[in-house]
Structures are given as C-alpha cells and as structure tokens.
C-alpha cells in the first residue's frame, strides 16, 4: 500500500505557497503527503536499462512472436483491494534494418509469462534502425493496469523466519515478471532489437 498519509496525491490551490507565503498546520500534512507519494511513484522500479548491446531474437516469419527478454520475479506491491498497482513503462528498440517491427512487453505471474497475446501488455513499433525510445500504441504516458485476479494468479508462498534465530514460516506474496516479445512485421530479415526498458509501479492515485 502506499506511505502516503491519504493514500494517494492531494491537489490543493497553487496559490497557497506563492513566495514568502506562511504554511499553516493545516497544510504541513499536505506536503509531507505528496512528498511520501512521490517517493513511492519513484522508488519502485523493477526494470531499468538502457545501453548500446541489443536483445534479440531472429524471426522465421512475420507472424510469430519470439520471447526476447525476461525481468524478475519481484513481489509487487497491492492496493487496499487487493489489486496490483499499475505500471508506468517506456520501451526502446530498433529493426536490424529499415522494416517494420513490434516489441511487445508483458508483465504477468511466472506461470503464465510464457504467452504473449494476453492482457497486461504494452506494444511499441519501429522501422527505424536507430535506437530510440518509441511511444506505445495506447500514449506516451503509458499504464499497465491489472486486476484482483491477476494477483490471485501470482500469489506465491516464500518460505521465510519469523526474525532473528526465529522460526521458519511461509508468506505470500505477488510475485510478477516481464517478458519482452519480438516480431518481424515488414520482412523476416527485420530482427526486433530490444534497445532499452523502464518499468516501475505507479503507486496510488489522486484523492483530491
């Protein structure tokens, strides 16, 4: 769940913190709030590169997709409903020459992160065989959003102690991953190069 006081990012009228402007007790807590938000939308990447070396798989044909990389497990963290927090991505990628190409990233319980056409995706497209940071298909500020059942399938029991010298005991927890999928959209001689990836939770919403 979120440390923020209210639970999420609380507006308020910009003109209250004009220069020189008292701060009342009343909105101390504000502050702190949104600052404790922020902290949680930025301290929980679970994926971050960005480099010159390329991930890819070479295509046999135009309509398969080939798993180019796995990230995790990493027990992600749950709303008050029990349901997984969204997740901000950006992709980068690349066509080994001038064709069309798709980089499809996924994030899912372990079990099912063999299977690319299924839900909780992002999907990014290029031609170009310069690295770059491509917008997905649903915006540049994208979320992948999940649902209660999508933590149900990823609970998990990690075997753990109850503290120090302690007993042994098991607790569950959302284990997820990432897979990046690639395919050859244009020509089969088009490889799919996974160039860069950003992943983190995006915790709590606006309250106000």
């Known amino acids: 769940m979120s440390n923020s ?12 913190l ?5 701060v009342d007790s009343m909105l101390w807590p504000v502050l702190f709030n ?3 938000h922020f902290a949680d939308s930025e301290a929980h990447v679970r994926v971050a590169f960005s480099h010159a070396t390329i991930n ?15 990230y995790g497990p990493w027990a992600h963290r749950l709303d008050a409903q029990g349901v997984p927090y969204p997740m901000r991505f950006r ?3 690349s066509a080994s020459q001038a064709a069309a190409i798709h980089l499809k990233l996924r994030v899912s319980s372990a079990s099912s992160a063999d299977r690319a056409t299924a839900s909780n995706t992002g999907l990014v497209s290029t031609s170009s065989t310069s690295a770059a940071w491509l917008t997905p298909s649903s915006g540049p500020e994208s979320l992948l959003t999940f649902t209660s059942a999508d933590a149900a399938d990823a609970l998990t029991n990690i075997d753990t102690v109850d503290g120090v010298g302690g007993d042994p005991v098991g607790i569950e927890t959302c284990q997820m991953v990432a897979t990046v999928w690639g395919r050859a959209t244009g020509s089969v001689s088009a490889v799919p190069q996974l160039r860069g990836l950003y992943l983190a939770e995006f915790i709590a919403s606006g309250v106000g």
């Open 91 to 93: 992709i980068a990628g």
């Open 34 to 36: 949104n600052a404790l």
């Open 18 to 22: 004009g220069a020189n402007q008292p």
């Open 5 to 16: 006081l209210y639970g999420g990012f609380v507006d308020y009228n910009t003109s209250l």
């Open 56 to 70: 890819a798989r070479t295509p046999f044909d135009t309509t398969s997709w080939l798993l180019v990389e796995t």
